[in-house]
């Protein structure tokens, strides 16, 4: 069975440091993989996706994030915290014979000033 | 930009009753989905559509829960005899293609249902 495991309910970061949100996941086959994130209020807005191809992926908001096979990771980074990156941010996975989103538990950020 | 919109925000029922929350996907989108949150856990897979039918459905997706394509616009949730455990926050989303070929879902803000 798929899983996904996030490390860190939450994390919490200096405005203009490095974010590091790590996901790992279980699959028996190649997964599709996600980050989405969730404002206050709001829905999950898709930050990135892996389906194939090259292995670090580019998204919204300077966001980046790197499959890495023989480590069954994609691990979010962003080079520089900004304030309005505090949010939730959700790792899922999904079988490429599925239409299921598999999600983990959800990592907080919050940025400090 | 498009966006799925979903009603009502929140809504409070008494055990028992029956319950439909409303999602209006993005126009062009052809396949539509349903996931759960209960407070405090996981973001939960419940039911897919395409074609008027139900394409895949979790184990959570029993005899209590049935989804509908009304119209052309709206994709509605129904849960028949709510329980307490329903208490969740429900995500409707659709996705243009399908998203078994790397398809985006794009999920709405979410409906807050409270079973008291």
């Known amino acids: 069975a798929q899983s996904v495991t996030q490390l860190g309910s939450h994390v919490s970061v200096s405005e203009g440091a490095l974010v590091l949100l790590r996901c790992n996941y279980s699959s028996s086959v190649p997964p599709y993989l996600f980050w989405y994130v969730q404002y206050p209020n709001q829905g999950l807005q898709l930050l990135l996706k892996y389906t194939t191809g090259a292995t670090l992926v580019k998204g919204i908001n300077g966001f980046e994030a790197e499959f890495k096979k023989s480590e069954t990771s994609f691990h979010l980074t962003k080079p520089s915290a900004h304030m309005s990156d505090a949010a939730e941010y959700f790792c899922a996975v999904r079988k490429s014979s599925s239409y299921k989103l598999i999600f983990g538990s959800g990592t907080r950020l919050l940025v400090r000033p | 930009e498009p966006e799925v919109t979903q009603t009502p925000s929140h809504q409070v029922t008494q055990m028992g009753q029956e319950v439909i929350l409303r999602c209006v996907p993005i126009?062009?989108?052809?396949?539509f989905y349903w996931y759960r949150q209960i407070l405090g856990q996981k973001v939960e897979f419940l039911v897919s559509f395409y074609n008027n039918e139900i394409s895949e459905k979790s184990e959570i997706f029993d005899d209590q829960f049935s989804v509908e394509r009304p119209d052309g616009s709206n994709f509605t949730l129904k849960i028949r005899s709510t329980k307490l455990e329903d208490s969740a926050m429900y995500f409707c989303?659709?996705?243009?293609?399908?998203?078994?070929?790397?398809?985006?879902?794009?999920f709405g803000e979410g409906s807050w249902l409270t079973v008291v």
């Open positions: 989303a659709s996705s243009r293609g399908e998203a078994i070929s790397g398809n985006t879902i794009y």
């Open positions: 126009s062009n989108h052809l396949y």
